[in-house]
């Protein structure tokens, strides 16, 4: 099994909703992340985790919440979130540690528009 | 902090064409990725390059490495019109450093 799977693919919520996105790989990738892309944008990177430990949060919001429950899973709930945050969030993995460790395999992305 | 150079932000091609395009950074970069992403989908890994002067292919796709570590450049040969999309190069200046991702590139191919 080489994919990240992401779900839901497409997710429409108010300012006051309270949703998840899912990420899934059975690849025995350690460390998962979040990358936000804004259109015709690069991916810019949110979270990382680590066998299973965040390792990095590049300053993202609190309205942004991310969990790692296992290895095989990664979370990123969110709440109140403002229309700017509308955008594709993806979810990637990796081997840790070593050389070539952080080549990415992306996931679909999940298309999130905040109204 | 790091920045990788891509230019122009559109390039427009006949099926059947070459096109080249290049990534260049100030700084020195240990290893370099170059991604393309359809539309509505993540990004793939096209090729990884991990030494300077490297040159490899993947079928109609060539990669090279710049020798002095600034630089990487993507060849596609014989375009067809699935080559359509945007391509990212990427880098990192260590094993565990993270990924710097290029403005992208969006490709398009008449027929």
């Known amino acids: 099994d080489t994919e990240v799977t992401q779900t839901p693919k497409h997710l429409v919520m108010g300012m006051t909703n309270k949703k998840s996105l899912k990420c899934e790989q059975h690849m025995g990738h350690r460390a998962m992340y979040w990358y936000k892309q804004k259109a015709k944008k690069p991916p810019e990177l949110m979270f990382v985790y680590s066998y299973e430990k965040l390792s990095i949060n590049e300053s993202v919001p609190s309205r942004f919440s991310p969990e790692c429950p296992n290895s095989s899973l990664l979370n990123l709930h969110l709440h109140a979130l403002q229309p700017e945050d509308s955008a594709l969030y993806l979810c990637?993995?990796?081997?840790?540690?070593?050389?070539?460790?952080?080549?990415?395999?992306f996931g679909a992305g999940s298309r999130l528009t905040v109204l | 902090g790091q920045q990788l150079n891509q230019s122009p932000q559109s390039m427009f091609i006949q099926e059947g064409e070459d096109v080249s395009m290049n990534c260049t950074s100030s700084?020195?970069?240990?290893?370099w990725l170059w991604y393309k992403q359809d539309p509505g989908e993540g990004p793939v890994l096209l090729i990884a390059?991990?030494?300077?002067?490297e040159l490899t292919s993947n079928g109609r796709l060539t990669a090279q490495f710049g020798i002095t570590r600034k630089d990487s450049f993507l060849n596609i040969s014989a375009s067809i019109p699935s080559d359509v999309g945007i391509y990212f190069c990427a880098g990192q200046t260590g094993a565990n450093s993270k990924l710097t991702f290029g403005k992208g590139i969006t490709l398009s191919v008449r027929p």
């Open positions: 390059l991990y030494k300077a002067g």
């Open positions: 990637a993995s990796s081997l840790t540690g070593g050389y070539g460790a952080n080549v990415l395999t």
């Open positions: 700084s020195i970069f240990n290893t």
